[in-house]
């Protein structure tokens, strides 16, 4: 090789790696959120810097969907029994500050909705092990469907089994995760939603938060990221919540919905011993476990109230009933994710661990809005209630 070959050919493998890791970042669409990412590297807190310790709230949001897959009657009977028989027995021995077992909650299909799929995790929720909240499917939908399609299911988990929390006037309340991540109609190609209006909708019948994001690489993602803030809805646009008002100590509700996101950050992996990045979107299944450096990602770049910087929300996810990663949620996996958690975000001196509900977790970020201080765990129940899930009357569990 000449003189002129040995200095191209570093600065042609440099190009080539670039020109790849571009590639990368593109399919990842990274274009839409790296500008508030740089932000959020900029400002957020060292993790354990805090003068006081900080607490961790752990929040396990599952998109519940039975029927996934077009999946038979029986088959969706058995994913329930799997997650209603399997869970205690992850749980068993695991504990956070308070004494408290790991709570999943269940964002259950307003479209698979079967009562004795209801009754049997509403059972489950008495025990200690979660909750159930809102999840929706829907295509080319108005205004006007999407009313009638949650007030009906709305009415069924409240009445039927007393799965949703009251307020003073008896309205019951709920949050929400959007199927296929379209909330507020956000796919660029109108698909899977319809309704440019939706977080008026929500809020309107009783919705307090949105807990769908982050869904990179989906063109769906926000431009904000590892935020927890108030989206105005914009009724002649879609993806109103693409940005918004940051929650905040001493602050006000503002818009029309609360967005608590889940931690959304960049990470590498070596392919063919080449380090290329990936995206850490707190996606939990059997070929993504939760790993150890993935809990630490979590809690670096998890969302915090503004001004409460020693207040840790993370919001991880899943779909607990495809069958491919059923064994790693109910299996050692998750319940080494649960030890790692304990034994490093728990010491009581520098980290202390809650294990908290879509709702709780809400009510904690209420409470840092407040300016109130101490112990979250003491704030679990702060604005909106716990539900009562009383057995239903003819429905066999």
């Not at 469907?145 to 069924?156: D, K, P, V």
């Not at 008896?170 to 929400?176: N, P, T």
Request: with cysteine; aromatic share 10%; hydrophobic share 35%.
């Amino acid at each position: 090789m000449t003189a002129t070959g040995w200095l191209l050919a570093p600065l042609l493998a440099a190009a080539a790696y670039a020109s790849v890791v571009g590639y990368v970042l593109r399919r990842r669409r990274l274009d839409i959120w790296w500008r508030d990412y740089v932000r959020h590297l900029a400002e957020r807190p060292r993790t354990g810097s805090t003068r006081n310790p900080t607490h961790v709230m752990f929040c396990f949001v599952d998109h519940f969907e039975p029927r996934w897959g077009n999946a038979s009657e029986e088959v969706e009977h058995e994913r329930v029994r799997r997650w209603v028989e399997d869970y205690p027995r992850v749980c068993r021995g695991h504990r956070d500050a308070d004494g408290r077992a790991p709570r999943h909650t269940f964002f259950f299909p307003s479209e698979e909705y079967r009562p004795e799929h209801l009754e049997r995790l509403a059972a489950l929720c008495r025990d200690g092990y979660g909750e159930i909240e809102v999840h929706l499917h829907h295509d080319r939908d108005t205004e006007a469907g999407l009313r009638a399609n949650l007030s009906e299911f709305i009415t069924r988990l409240a009445d039927a089994h007393d799965a949703l929390p009251r307020d003073a006037s008896g309205r019951a309340l709920w949050s929400f995760v959007h199927g296929n991540w379209a909330l507020d109609n956000s796919r660029p190609d109108g698909r899977w939603c319809g309704v440019d209006n939706e977080l008026t909708v929500l809020a309107d019948m009783g919705c307090y938060a949105d807990f769908t994001l982050p869904s990179a690489p989906s063109p769906t993602q926000t431009a904000t990221v590892n935020s927890i803030y108030y989206a105005a809805d914009d009724p002649c646009h879609p993806k109103s919540h693409d940005r918004g008002e940051a929650v905040r100590v001493g602050g006000s509700p503002s818009g029309h919905l609360m967005i608590i996101q889940g931690p959304l950050c960049l990470r590498w992996k070596r392919r063919a011993a080449v380090p290329v990045p990936a995206i850490e979107n707190g996606d939990i299944r059997a070929s993504n476990p939760p790993t150890a450096a993935r809990v630490d990602a979590w809690v670096r770049h998890a969302p915090r109230v503004r001004g409460r910087p020693e207040w840790a929300f993370v919001k991880v996810h899943t779909h607990g009933t495809q069958t491919r990663d059923m064994d790693a949620l109910l299996g050692e996996p998750v319940e080494r994710m649960f030890s790692v958690l304990e034994s490093r975000y728990n010491d009581g001196r520098d980290f202390k661990l809650h294990y908290v509900s879509a709702r709780e977790m809400y009510n904690i970020v209420k409470a840092a809005e407040r300016g109130l201080d101490g112990d979250p765990g003491a704030y679990r129940d702060l604005v909106i209630p716990a539900p009562r899930y009383r057995p239903a009357r003819g429905v066999a569990p």
